[in-house]
C-alpha cells in the first residue's frame, strides 16, 4: 500500500514538473515524499522520467537553483543552459527563465602631481575621478598635458609610469589599469639657454613641388625678434605668398619650452642643443636629436643639430642652429608634395664674403714689376 502511495505520488509530481518545472522542484523539496539525495540516476529515471540538470552535473547533489531538466530518453531540452545563445527542443509545454547577474567593473583612481615650475592642465591635480559620475573602469585611457611656466621646461613623468605611452612627452596619454600616481616634473632654464635677443630677423624661402597649377604657395617667411625677456620672446612672422599676398602675426614664444613660431612647427628651442636631447614638437611630441652637422645657411657655415619625424604618409626633417636655436631649415614630405623652408638671410651672424687670398697679388705685382723693367731695358737698347 505504501508503494502505491509513492509511485501516486511521483506520478502527480512529474505532472507539475512537466507545468511548472521550478514549482515542481521546489514541490518534491519540501514534500515528505522528496527524493533521496543519493539516489542513483537510473532510479530518478525509472521515478520520475526526468532528471534534474544539476543532478548529473554534480553527481546526485541536487541544488535549491536547479530550474532546468532533461529528458530521460537522453534528448537535451537545452543545449547549454549556460549559454546566451542556444537552442531548445519541444517535447512538451515549458516555462523557463533567463538568469541575469550584474558583472561590477573595475574602476580605479588616478593621483596626479607636479614639480614646481608646472603644472598638469589635463585632466588637472588631485585624485581623479572626483566622483562616481565618471569614474575611471579598468583599460580607460586617460589624456595629460603638462604644462610649464615661463621659465622652465618639461622633463619627464614618474611614479607609476608603466602604463604611460611616452614618460618623456609632455603631453600622452595613460592607461587605468590599476590605482596610479603620477608626477609630472619641471625644470628651471637659464638665460644663456636662450640663444636669440632683440633686433634679431631671420628670412626663410620656400621650394615647393607637387602642387596643383595656378594654387598660390609661400614664397619668403620672416622672423622679426622684437623683444627678449627671460626666456619669452615676442616675434612678428611675415609670410609672403605667391600671389603677392602678405599675412603678418606677431606672438609671445616660449624660447626654452619649445617655441612654434607662426609659420613653421618646431620654430625655436633651447641654444646648443646636443645628440640624445630631446625638443617637444606641436602634433608629433617629443623628438630626439639625432646629430650634428656642419651645412651653409644664410650665407655662412654653421653647426647644426638635427632630427627627422614621421606621421602616416608624412616625413618631416629639421635642422637647427646650434648656436642661437632657431630652425634654419624644414622640409615635409608627402606622397605628391614635397616642401622645404631654408634660411637665407640673417643679421644673427656674418655672411661670408669670398674673397681672393692675398699671395695672387703678390705675383701679379712681382709680374707686372718684371715686365715694366724688361721694356724701359729694352728701349735702351734700341
Request: hydrophobic residues 40%.
Amino acid at each position: 500500500m505504501g508503494q502505491k502511495k509513492i509511485f501516486a505520488s511521483a506520478i502527480l509530481l512529474v505532472a507539475l514538473m512537466v507545468a511548472f518545472p521550478a514549482a515542481g522542484l521546489l514541490a518534491r523539496e519540501s514534500s515528505a515524499d522528496t527524493m533521496d539525495l543519493s539516489t542513483t540516476e537510473s532510479s530518478v529515471l525509472e521515478a520520475y522520467c526526468k532528471l534534474p540538470l544539476l543532478f548529473i552535473e554534480n553527481q546526485g547533489q541536487v541544488d535549491g537553483a536547479v530550474r532546468y531538466y532533461v529528458t530521460a530518453s537522453g534528448q537535451t531540452v537545452y543545449a547549454d543552459v549556460n549559454a546566451a545563445a542556444t537552442t531548445i527542443t519541444m517535447n512538451g509545454d515549458y516555462s523557463i527563465t533567463a538568469d541575469f547577474e550584474e558583472i561590477l567593473s573595475v574602476q580605479y583612481d588616478l593621483s596626479i602631481n607636479s614639480t614646481g615650475g608646472g603644472s598638469v592642465t589635463e585632466p588637472g591635480q588631485g585624485v581623479f575621478p572626483y566622483d562616481e559620475v565618471f569614474p575611471y573602469d579598468e583599460g580607460t585611457v586617460v589624456d595629460l598635458v603638462a604644462t610649464p611656466d615661463a621659465g622652465y621646461r618639461f622633463v619627464e613623468w614618474t611614479g607609476d609610469v608603466g602604463t604611460i605611452t611616452d614618460v618623456n612627452a609632455a603631453a600622452t596619454t595613460i592607461s587605468m589599469n590599476g590605482d596610479y600616481s603620477i608626477t609630472a616634473n619641471f625644470v628651471g632654464v637659464e638665460a644663456g639657454d636662450v640663444g636669440i635677443k632683440a633686433g634679431d630677423w631671420i628670412k626663410f624661402e620656400y621650394t615647393i613641388t607637387g602642387l596643383p597649377a595656378g594654387q598660390p604657395y609661400p614664397e619668403w617667411l620672416k622672423w622679426e625678434f622684437l623683444s627678449v625677456e627671460g626666456t619669452i620672446a615676442t616675434v612678428r612672422a611675415t609670410l609672403h605668398m605667391s600671389d603677392g599676398n602678405e599675412e603678418s602675426a606677431t606672438a609671445p614664444v616660449d624660447v626654452v619650452s619649445g617655441g612654434e613660431v607662426p609659420g613653421l612647427l618646431g620654430g625655436i628651442f633651447s641654444a646648443n642643443l646636443t645628440t640624445g636631447d630631446s625638443v617637444c614638437i606641436t602634433r608629433y611630441g617629443n623628438v630626439t636629436i639625432e646629430g650634428e652637422a656642419t651645412r651653409t645657411y644664410a650665407g655662412a657655415n654653421r653647426i647644426v643639430v638635427y632630427a627627422s619625424v614621421s606621421q602616416d604618409t608624412v616625413q618631416n626633417t629639421y635642422y637647427w642652429d646650434k648656436l642661437t636655436g632657431v630652425v634654419v631649415e624644414a622640409s615635409s614630405t608627402y606622397p605628391d608634395i614635397t616642401a622645404t623652408a631654408k634660411a637665407t638671410e640673417t643679421n644673427m651672424w656674418e655672411a661670408i664674403t669670398v674673397r681672393m687670398p692675398w699671395w695672387p697679388w703678390i705675383i701679379v705685382g712681382v709680374v707686372a714689376v718684371g715686365l715694366v723693367i724688361f721694356f724701359v731695358r729694352r728701349r735702351k737698347a734700341a
